[in-house]
């Protein structure tokens, strides 16, 4: 893994209290995964994230989306 971000784990692994190295390790790679299965969650909906902005699906993306269903 790239060492700024195992320079991040440890960073926040050396703050926090009571979360293992591991579970921060597992959300730092999950996070795109969660965003995506959030989005796909809302379907066609704008999703708000705090701190990235609010998500909304293109005009093109939902007409993929649609013939795919």
Known sequence: MNTQI?????QIYNKSTGI???DINR???SQFKITQETINAKGSKTV???YLGKVKPT???LKQLNEIK
Do not use: L
């Open 59 to 61: 005009p093109f993306r």
């Open 20 to 22: 293992s190295r591991e």
């Open 6 to 10: 195992e320079d991040i784990i440890d």
């Open 48 to 50: 708000n994230w705090m």
């Open 27 to 29: 959300v730092i790679k």
